[in-house]
């Protein structure tokens, strides 16, 4: 299996909705990711985790909150998100380390809309 | 930190060659890497290199001089259905943390 698979592949969301976006690869890579992608611009780091520890957050506001229950999954908590979060989030995973980070292999990611 | 600079867009006809450019700046270096991604679609990987020297992949060739911070892709025999955004990309030390170029987004004619 080479794939990254990710649900929903649409969300549409209230501020004060809850939801989640997930995850899940069986490529045994031990280095998951999650990006965030605007129209016209490239893809955004959010959050690293490497064998299945939070290993990188680029100051990414509380309202997301990622997890990652074991090695194959990687979820997205979402919770009182703004209308400029509205975007495609993109989920990635690769081999561990600096060098393994240069060959990622992205889910077809989750387009939100928050209304 | 690290930057990339390549260009914004690119316009060539079908068949032919086109080279799309990437300098970047890091503060340690750990291979360079291109990535190409359709209107709508999600980023896929292309090449990656470590070393200098040039890479080949089918059509999609990938250049790198680190002395010069410079790298490069090539396509060659172009098709209309390599029209899309190709990102260079480093990664950004420790971590795993991969820094995108701003992408070039190429359109092929017929």
């Known amino acids: 299996d080479t794939e990254v698979t990710q649900t929903p592949k649409h969300l549409v969301m209230g501020m004060t909705n809850k939801k989640s976006l997930k995850c899940e690869q069986h490529?045994?890579?031990?280095?998951m990711y999650w990006y965030k992608q605007k129209a016209k611009k490239p893809p955004e780091l959010m959050f690293v985790y490497s064998y299945e520890k939070l290993s990188i957050n680029e100051s990414v506001p509380s309202r997301f909150s990622p997890e990652c229950p074991n090695s194959s999954l990687l979820n997205l908590h979402l919770h009182a998100l703004q209308p400029e979060d509205s975007a495609l989030y993109l989920c990635?995973?690769?081999?561990?380390?600096?060098?393994?980070?240069?060959?990622?292999?992205f889910g077809a990611g989750s387009r939100l809309t928050v209304l | 930190g690290q930057s990339l600079e390549q260009p914004s867009e690119v316009t060539a006809v079908e068949g032919a060659i086109v080279q799309i450019n990437c300098t970047y700046q890091t503060s340690g270096f750990y291979g360079l890497s291109w990535y190409q991604q359709h209107d709508g679609g999600a980023p896929t990987f292309l090449s990656y290199?470590?070393?200098?020297g040039l890479e080949e992949t089918g059509r999609f060739s990938s250049f790198l001089s680190r002395s010069d911070s410079y790298g490069y892709l090539l396509l060659q025999e172009l098709q209309m259905k390599d029209s899309a955004s190709y990102f260079c990309a480093v990664p950004g030390g420790q971590g795993g943390k991969l820094i995108f170029g701003q992408g070039t987004e190429l359109s092929v004619k017929p």
């Open positions: 290199n470590a070393l200098d």
């Open positions: 490529m045994g890579h031990r280095a």
């Open positions: 990635a995973s690769s081999h561990s380390g600096t060098t393994g980070a240069n060959v990622l292999t």
